[in-house]
């Protein structure tokens, strides 16, 4: 591995060369992965590859008249100095921010690469069409908010921000509000069932911990292993499964914690109303992400949960 200051006028150039061939990939990737859900941001970044395929002809073409036809292979990471890039191209589904932020590290390394060529070259015609280059990365950010504001229309961008808010309720309500679901329903027959058959809170809250956290780990795992995603669109398994887990646990838990209260009377009546609070949160999740109407999904919701406590009931009471 080089240093930069070692590097040759010529070396300079096929490292240049090399570095607009990667950038003008990852655009390219960046508007394959983006294409489907935010057309309008794609073609930004189509745009901004053909500018790297343009940057990278002009290179060429005064590599040619200087060094000839043979252009060594010299990489970024033949170079000290470079900063190793996460191949977020690679993931699917892309997400809009995450490419947004990489394009504007990458605008940003290659205009510093480009100053501290030009600062390095002594041909005159290599140091201006660096200069050039540099100046054209230094308000390449500038172009692409240019290209932001010609691509993405009013009805577009409406259009990109719904796509980003079923990606949202795809990869993370869904799994969320489906172990919420079942962990604040499934875990009331056992809690209420143990609390009424004992009629001791420190038992009831044994039973409570053991099934919330034995559900928690079950969703989790039958949620991450339901799909890849790669067809779904759902995201990352291991996300959606740690998600899913998480609020199973958590919608256990809630209605449990309150038998740590050694008062059975006090903490039975606690852990009723908190019931009636996580129905209420799953209605209203139901209701603002999910499109239903609040009475339908509180009929829904009420529905289920009474018919899992009644059954908890009538177990502890038998």
């Known amino acids: 591995m080089k240093n930069f200051n070692e590097l040759s006028e010529q070396e300079i150039l096929a490292l240049a060369i090399s570095l607009e061939e990667e950038d003008e990939r990852v655009y390219a990737d960046f508007f394959e992965g983006l294409r489907q859900d935010y057309s309008g941001s794609a073609a930004v970044f189509n745009s901004m590859r053909k500018e790297e395929s343009e940057h990278r002809r002009r290179l060429i073409e005064i590599y040619q008249q200087k060094f000839g036809e043979h252009i060594p292979l010299v990489r970024r990471q033949d170079v000290k100095g470079f900063v190793r890039r996460t191949p977020v191209w690679l993931v699917r589904p892309l997400g809009l921010d995450i490419v947004r932020k990489q394009a504007s590290a990458i605008e940003v390394e290659t205009r510093r690469f480009y100053e501290r060529a030009a600062a390095r070259t002594q041909d005159a015609t290599i140091r201006q069409l660096l200069d050039d280059l540099a100046q054209e990365e230094r308000t390449h950010e500038d172009r692409a908010q240019e290209l932001t504001e010609e691509n993405l229309r009013p009805d577009v961008q409406e259009d990109e921000d719904k796509a980003r808010r079923r990606l949202f309720v795809l990869q993370i309500v869904q799994p969320g509000l489906a172990g919420l679901m079942d962990g604040s329903v499934s875990t009331l027959a056992p809690v209420f069932a143990a609390a009424l058959a004992t009629m001791n809170s420190w038992d009831a809250f044994l039973v409570g911990m053991a099934a919330s956290l034995g559900a928690g780990i079950s969703m989790g795992f039958a949620e991450a292993l339901s799909d890849d995603g790669s067809l779904t669109g759902r995201g990352l ?77 009538l177990i502890g009471k038998s």
């Not at 838990?253 to 059975?264: A, W």
């Open 237 to 313: 398994p291991w996300i959606r499964g740690l998600i899913c887990g998480a609020m199973t646990t958590l919608g256990g838990i809630g209605h449990t914690l309150p038998f740590l209260i050694s008062r059975f009377q006090f903490a039975l009546g606690l852990a009723i109303a908190v019931v009636l609070v996580e129905l209420g949160v799953i209605t209203w999740v139901r209701h603002r992400f999910m499109d239903t109407p609040v009475l339908s999904a509180a009929l829904q919701v009420g529905l289920g949960g009474a018919l899992v406590f009644v059954t908890g009931i």
